[in-house]
């Protein structure tokens, strides 16, 4: 695409000032869609299945695991799951660490229980209520104890607490794409969304071509409303 | 047949097992052991009551043995006696049969000459009256037993006649399972050929709950279309198995 005047003047598009930006503002919004798909529906987790990652975590002391362990070298886009008590294909061993880390020592065999993600609000109303999942009242009993998860402050929360804690979970999650840094540098996104990401990161990049949002800033204001609900401008 | 094996078969057959199902298998648990206690409660009232001897029954009778507490002189009855508590309910059955039997147990304290003993049943208010009786009254050979209900809300078994140096007894009881302490893999209580019926009830009692959210889900409350009929639970025949236990006898 040709530029006819970006809006700083400077007669053309440059890498870090334009087009990286512009390409990088495409993978965002495509993770963005698809998080907003799976938060929606969970759908599309096939469509995902590149960037869904299994790690195993010791949970803390207080029955949490902190999302963004520094030991992971990933960053978490969205948790698709949580599986406490996971089957690993080494033995398992407890640390004794108080805070939750990622076992690197360990890896994915299979769930072995269910584990259903709540919102903050129910969190105190499942407590003291046999009939709900994740309750304390039935936590005591091996064949009746049933889990729940809740995020907050960037660590999932594992209910019921008193069984949760220094225990072994698994977390299934959509890895954080990771954004460009230059243009030789390689962009990391499922291959069947390439055509995609281009045409967004040219809209972005036109869009800058018009700030008043006269012309195709219309077409990416139109195209995000029809995505995500909502309006850009 | 376990308890979870029943759950997670209505589970399926109310389409409750996706990763968002409103049910879990504890409220699925609820409704089975509400309906168990009814058919069980009515199979055992059939084989104890005035036409059984109950010998068709006892494979669902529990013999436990069970500490007992002395009381010396309490204010509660104004006499020495002793007491156990029941660990959970017992159905109401004819004859007060839910307890079957209490016994002195090996090694319990008592003399050996009155091993053989059988408590009797009887109440608070008739022992009064037996209590000077000579050939009624409560002594360790001739034991009686009394239900009630502790100031501390327990269901009490008060014992009359025992020596006070008897520290455990036997006791054979229909016991009706506890919500929050069965283990989830026993073996249910109810008899194999009346699984259908458990089945048909629990699943009534969830098509109820199942059709508020698509009816009445709304926050006014008028959300109800033009002719709308709600779900209601199905009439049955006065014949049915569920209301008349014997009908189900080969």
């Not at chain 1, 002391?61 to 949580?82: E, F, K, R, Y």
Request: proline content about 6%; overall charge negative; hydrophobic content about 40%.
């Amino acid at each position: 695409m040709l530029a006819r005047l970006d809006d700083q003047g400077s007669q053309r598009y440059l890498p870090e000032q334009d087009i990286i930006p512009s390409i990088n503002s495409g993978i965002g919004r495509l993770q963005s869609a698809f998080g907003w798909s799976l938060a929606n529906r969970k759908g599309s987790e096939e469509a995902m299945r590149d960037f869904t990652r299994i790690a195993i975590f010791q949970t803390s002391s207080n029955g949490t695991i902190l999302l963004a362990d520094p030991l992971l070298g990933q960053t978490m886009a969205n948790v698709l799951a949580v599986y406490p008590l996971p089957l690993t294909e080494q033995a398992q061993t407890i640390q004794p660490i108080n805070n939750s880390a990622y076992r690197s020592d360990l890896s994915f065999a299979g769930p072995t229980t269910p584990c259903h993600r709540v919102t903050l609000e129910q969190v105190p109303m499942i407590q003291s209520n046999a009939s709900m999942r994740g309750n304390e009242v039935l936590a005591l009993i091996p064949s009746r104890i049933s889990w729940r998860y809740y995020l907050n402050q960037g660590s999932v929360w594992l209910l019921p607490r008193s069984q949760a804690l220094r225990i072994l979970a698994a977390i299934a999650y959509i890895q954080k794409f990771d954004p460009m840094t230059s243009t030789t540098s390689t962009v990391d996104i499922p291959e069947y969304t390439a055509e995609i990401l281009a045409s967004w990161a040219l809209t972005y990049i036109a869009w800058k071509q018009d700030p008043q949002g006269q012309g195709v800033g219309n077409l990416a204001s139109k195209d995000a409303a029809e995505l995500f609900g909502f309006n850009v401008n | 047949m376990t308890y979870r094996d029943f759950v997670d078969d209505v589970m399926v057959a109310l389409g409750m097992i996706h990763d968002d199902s409103l049910w879990s298998r504890d409220n699925i648990l609820l409704n089975t052991i509400y309906q168990e206690n009814l058919l069980v409660g009515q199979d055992i009232s059939r084989t104890i009551g005035l036409s059984g001897d109950g010998v068709s029954s006892t494979n669902k009778r529990q013999v436990v043995p069970v500490p007992v507490t002395q009381v010396e002189c309490s204010d509660e009855w104004s006499w020495e006696h002793a007491y156990f508590d029941l660990p959970s309910k017992v159905y109401d059955l004819p004859f007060d049969g839910g307890i079957t039997m209490i016994r002195y147990a090996v090694g319990c304290g008592c003399e050996s000459s009155v091993m053989g003993a059988t408590f009797s049943a009887t109440t608070l208010e008739r022992l009064s009256l037996m209590k000077n009786l000579p050939y009624q009254s409560p002594r360790p050979d001739q034991p009686y037993y009394a239900r009630y209900k502790s100031l501390n809300d327990k269901d009490r078994v008060g014992l009359f006649g025992i020596s006070s140096l008897v520290t455990k007894l036997l006791v054979g009881v229909y016991y009706a399972p506890r919500f929050d302490t069965l283990d989830m893999n026993t073996d249910m209580r109810i008899d194999p050929h009346r699984l259908a019926d458990l089945k048909r009830l629990v699943l009534t009692m969830s098509v109820w709950p199942l059709g508020i959210p698509q009816e009445r889900h709304k926050n006014d409350g008028r959300d109800f279309e033009p002719g709308q009929v709600v779900n209601t639970r199905p009439i049955i025949s006065v014949n049915d198995p569920i209301l008349n236990s014997n009908l189900t006898q080969s």
